[in-house]
């Protein structure tokens, strides 16, 4: 019995073979089955899902041409021809929603894998030198934060003029400093874990602790920042539209569509109404979903 | 020797066919089978075990300590009379803490880091015996000089971060004998300790039992701890008792294999040797335990007759009652062949 | 650069004059010796804390002199708190030195900085105390063991990859079969076997074992400690075994050094060490170990209170706040390192050298 077999586990089968059933799913498919256990969360990520869809596909969903003019026909309550009426142009409403659905949702999409992109890296430079590196980086992320955001974003888009390409640069800038305070506080919490510092004993460089080790495990706490920092996006995205700093007509947008339409609320509610409701469903989605996944990742439920 | 006082005692508390039970998502999972032990006044009761084998479980049960998903299936809990489990939560908040007291490995977790360390000692007294603040706080600042911390009045008043572990360790005991307990639960109260450190904590508590006349559970994994501190011991192992004994039966002469083979597979000072024996595989998953005898995959007399559970053998001399189970002492086990 | 190359020499010996020579004289010439560590000081500033406005330091390794041969376990003892540890990470540079020198295999260590540094840690590894921790929850176990390999290119192409983490699974004890699956569907001592299984990759020239098993079960730990020894005679790599636990310091190594805030108290043989033990401190350390056989009897020594603070050691001998035998010279004067016995050194006014 204390022979080298029994000391290497290699009589009688391997150690720990007697564990076979234990779960051998992955992170990800462990989490993603949780995910699905929730019906809310579900149902978001399936309204998500038909908003990408209809973003993609809006020439082939949308009715009309959203840019077509009908002078006739401006300004018609929900109809048969028009389903959710026309606007002071005559432009079908429902299709230029559609069409506005692919700006809001490359605005919000964009603009935060912009921030995240700055962000992470700023963020995980400063968490891992700490130092003055630290403390430079630090102090850029209070200067950034301390402006209020909705005048900061009014603040650049005037610098840079209105357009989309802004939109998504002006959005960027606003929100790189939440994902470069998460990941600099999460990397110099991981930077003392001991799998971090058995790469180093290994010879592995900063760069490789800093992508193989620290990055991947922050991974999942960005994922839920994305996911929740878009809605956000959409709804300043909107109100820069709405100010007319942001996306220019003819270009339909949801935020847009609100301001043109609030001359006709009194009378032609229609108008602004069926906007409204396409932001606060997508808002909506994206947090329920953003929520539900970070339940789902988090690491504490794990186990 | 050591327990001939307790021999005719009645005793103080006693477990009998205790069964807990863990609510899992894959179903329920039994920590505690079938466990019946007693102990006396002045008598220490050693229970040894690895991780997961139930032994901490025991402990919080006799404290009606189970929360969810825990629960206790069945058996009885005597203590004065009563059936523990028969009790009120209120009426069991009464005995918790002022009849049976517990002090657990960490005791920087168990001592509220916002409180000074004397007013959470006079807690405990003010709730169980009814004192005014300032004749608690005298008490738990002599409480503190019992466990020998040097200058208790200005330890009482600091926090737990200020001591060291081996000082947390002290006020926890100090916390717990300050109601005078019969019954006194140590839950690896050494284990995150140093073995300086531990060899004061040992003998204090040994120290204490004597001058209180309380009956002590010392559950640990250490088999050395066992040897200095216990009159009797039982070995458990996923879930059930499967040796039982005096301390010097059980740790010099070893009956299961599962005792034997912890005996041998630890490094000891007192033996040099080249390797160390080892048992191969690890404790079984509760949740998927062999059939029959729980240590069959592991043990190395394992045969055919082992498939079906082992029944407890008794009546091997010695000072306190010796039990084991294990098909190895049954009279069944005489002619069959070796699987 | 030079300088360091000059001091290389120094430390090997004298430069052999041709190369044949050098051929000829190698093997003698390679001194058995793999580590010498001397004078090495681990300080670290304990200024931050903003309510003692002292801006001290807590020196957790304050001038340690070690050795270790090739293929020897040398053992690093102490309760929590002396820098045993710390000093295991210094000397592998997870942390840097404050001041002093490490020699190991030719090279001060703690003049080592960036790429050489790295290179350098292909000849030793780190095993950690707590297989929880120490594997990245997001890597498969294949390739937490290959990381080593894919750092030093120690392979040619993917199946050699494979193979050769097969190869090292099985060398302990792990089933191949598994190299796909996470960390956290293995026990601790699976795990710890994991975190071996990436020690010896690149097959060290030393590993220093941090508490490798104070964290397993006890019929585990057998298990560990087997493999560790039986890798050992594989492999003849040399282990520096930091360990609070005599009776697995007893059972795993050669030579012993008893850490006791900062500093040795005594180094010496296993044997003698745990025979003829000079040191007061080791005496209660040996005392204080429960004996498992019921029936021995014997005297402990009870220390009196808890390890001081390293911030703030004690004049003098460290020990002497807790020294049994305490006299008045060892409140004042730190005593000096003496061989009271051959290899056999103690720190202590009370003992007397040979």
């Given at each position: 019995m204390a022979t080298e077999g029994a000391g290497l586990g290699?009589?009688?089968?391997?150690?720990?073979?007697?564990?076979?059933?234990?779960?051998?799913?992955?992170f990800w498919a462990d989490s993603m089955s949780r995910l699905a256990e929730n019906r809310l969360v579900l149902a978001a990520a399936l309204i998500l899902a038909v908003l990408v869809a209809v973003a993609i596909f809006a020439p082939s969903v949308?009715?009309?041409?959203?840019?077509k003019q009908s002078l006739a026909e401006?300004?018609?309550?929900?109809?048969?021809?028009h389903l959710l009426g026309t606007d002071e142009m005559g432009r079908d409403i429902l299709s230029r929603i559609i069409y506005g659905t692919r700006i809001s949702l490359s605005v919000g999409i964009v603009s935060q894998i912009i921030a995240c992109c700055v962000g992470v890296c700023l963020g995980a430079l400063a968490g891992f030198y700490g130092g003055f590196t630290d403390t430079l980086i630090s102090r850029a992320i209070e200067i950034f934060s301390a402006f209020p955001e909705l005048l900061f974003a009014i603040g650049i888009m005037f610098v840079l003029g209105p357009g989309v390409i802004n939109v998504f640069i002006a959005l960027g800038l606003l929100s790189w400093t939440r994902y470069a305070r998460l990941v600099r506080g999460q990397v110099m919490q991981l930077r003392e874990m001991e799998y971090a510092q058995a790469c180093v004993a290994c010879g592995g460089s900063n760069a490789r602790v800093i992508l193989r080790h620290l990055l991947p495990n922050c991974f999942s706490t960005i994922i839920v920042l994305v996911t929740l920092g878009i809605p956000g996006a959409i709804l300043m995205e909107a109100s820069l539209s709405y100010i007319g700093l942001g996306v220019q007509p003819p270009t339909a947008s949801w935020g847009q569509m609100i301001s043109a339409a609030q001359q006709y609320?009194?009378?032609?509610p229609y108008y602004s109404i069926a906007p409204g409701i396409a932001i606060i469903v997508t808002v909506l989605a994206f947090n329920i979903f953003g929520d539900g996944l970070r339940d789902a990742l988090d690491p504490r439920i794990r186990e | 020797m050591d327990t001939l006082a307790v021999q005719g005692v009645p005793s103080l508390l006693s477990v009998r066919n205790l069964r807990v039970s863990f609510n899992m998502k894959r179903g329920a999972v039994r920590?505690?089978?079938d466990v019946s032990f007693e102990v006396s006044r002045g008598e220490t009761l050693g229970i040894v075990g690895e991780s997961g084998c139930g032994k901490s479980v025991t402990a919080l049960s006799i404290m009606r300590l189970?929360?969810?998903?825990?629960?206790?299936?069945g058996g009885q809990i005597r203590y004065g009379g009563v059936n523990?489990?028969?009790?009120?939560m209120r009426e069991m908040r009464g005995i918790r803490g002022n009849k049976i007291a517990m002090i657990f490995q960490e005791p920087m977790t168990s001592l509220?880091?916002?409180?000074?360390i004397g007013s959470q000692i006079s807690e405990a007294l003010r709730l169980h015996?009814?004192?005014?603040r300032r004749e608690a706080l005298d008490r738990a600042v002599e409480m503190l000089s019992v466990v020998n911390i040097p200058m208790p009045e200005k330890r009482a008043r600091?926090?737990?971060?200020?001591?060291s572990g081996g000082m947390r360790q002290r006020v926890m005991i100090a916390m717990a004998l300050c109601c005078k307990p019969d019954v006194l639960i140590c839950d690896?109260?050494?284990?995150?300790?140093d073995v300086t450190i531990q060899a004061q904590i040992i003998s204090l508590i040994e120290d204490l039992k004597v001058r209180t006349g309380a009956a002590v559970i010392m559950i640990t994994h250490d088999l050395g701890v066992i040897s200095e501190i216990a009159d009797k011991v039982i070995v458990m192992y996923a879930g059930k008792i499967i040796e039982e004994g005096g301390k010097t039966d059980v740790l010099?002469?070893?009956?299961?294999p599962y005792t034997e083979g912890l005996l041998n597979a630890v490094p000891r000072i007192d033996r040099d040797s080249d390797e160390l024996s080892v048992i191969p595989g690890?404790?079984?998953?509760l949740a998927f335990l062999p059939e029959g005898c729980r240590f069959r995959p592991r043990c190395?007399?394992?045969?055919?007759?082992?498939?079906s559970a082992p029944v407890k053998a008794s009546g091997?001399?010695?000072i306190a009652p010796r039990g084991v189970s294990c098909w190895?002492?049954?009279?069944?086990?005489?002619?069959e062949a070796d699987v | 650069m030079s300088d360091a190359k000059a001091r290389n020499e120094y430390f090997r010996g004298p430069a052999p004059l041709t190369e044949e020579v050098a051929r000829i004289v190698e093997p003698d010439c390679?001194?058995?010796?793999?580590l010498e560590v001397k004078g090495l000081k681990k300080w670290f500033r304990?200024?931050?804390?903003?309510?003692?406005r002292s801006t001290g330091h807590?020196?957790?390794?304050?001038g340690v002199d070690m050795t270790a041969d090739r293929g020897e376990t040398v053992a690093l003892v102490g309760e929590?708190?002396?820098g045993k540890s710390t000093l295991g990470r210094a000397i592998v540079r997870l942390l840097a030195p404050t001041s002093g020198s490490v020699w190991f295999d030719g090279d001060d260590l703690a003049a080592m900085n960036g790429a050489a540094l790295q290179k350098k840690r292909r000849d030793m590894q780190f095993i950690f105390q707590d297989p929880f921790a120490s594997?990245?929850?997001?890597?498969t176990i294949g390739d937490v063991i290959g990381e080593p390999l894919d750092i030093h290119r120690a392979y040619r192409d993917r199946s050699e990859r494979a193979s050769r983490i097969k190869e090292i699974m099985e060398t302990v004890g792990?089933?191949?079969?598994?190299?796909?699956?996470?960390?956290?569907?293995?026990s601790g001592g699976q795990r710890q076997r994991i975190g071996i299984a990436r020690a010896i990759a690149l097959n060290p020239k030393m590993i220093v074992c941090d508490e490798?098993?104070?964290?397993?079960?006890v019929s585990i730990q057998a298990q560990i400690i087997n493999l560790l020894k039986s890798l050992q005679k594989k492999f003849g790599m040399a282990y520096i075994f930091i360990s609070h636990d005599l009776n697995v310091v007893r059972h795993i190594s050669d030579r012993v050094n008893v850490m006791y805030l900062g500093k040795f108290v005594e180094t010496a043989s296993k044997r003698d060490l745990f025979e003829a033990p000079s040191h007061p401190y080791t005496k209660a350390l040996l005392s204080a170990i429960p004996i498992y056989d019921p029936r021995v009897k014997r005297e402990k020594i009870l220390l009196r209170g808890d390890l001081p603070s390293p911030a703030d050691p004690p004049p003098g001998c460290h020990f002497h706040t807790r020294?049994?035998?305490?006299?008045?010279?060892c409140r004042e004067v730190a005593p000096g390192t003496r061989e009271?016995?051959?290899?056999h050194f103690c720190a202590c006014h009370r003992v007397k050298g040979e």
């Open positions: 290699a009589a009688g089968g391997f150690a720990g073979q007697e564990d076979a059933e234990a779960r051998s799913r992955g949308a009715p009309y041409d959203p840019a401006s300004l018609q309550g929900p109809g048969a021809r609320i009194s009378f032609y | 920590a505690v089978d189970i929360a969810e998903p825990g629960r206790i299936e523990l489990l028969d009790l009120s509220n880091p916002v409180l000074t015996e009814g004192l005014g600091e926090y737990p971060h200020q001591l690896e109260p050494t284990t995150a300790l010099t002469n070893p009956l299961h690890m404790v079984p998953n190395r007399y394992a045969r055919e007759i082992c498939r091997f001399g010695g190895k002492f049954q009279p069944a086990w005489g002619g | 390679r001194s058995e010796r793999l304990s200024g931050s804390n903003a309510l003692s807590i020196r957790a390794v304050d929590s708190g002396c594997l990245d929850p997001r890597m792990l089933n191949p079969g598994y190299a796909s699956r996470y960390a956290h569907e293995f490798p098993v104070s964290a397993l079960d020294c049994p035998v305490v006299t008045d010279i009271v016995a051959r290899g």
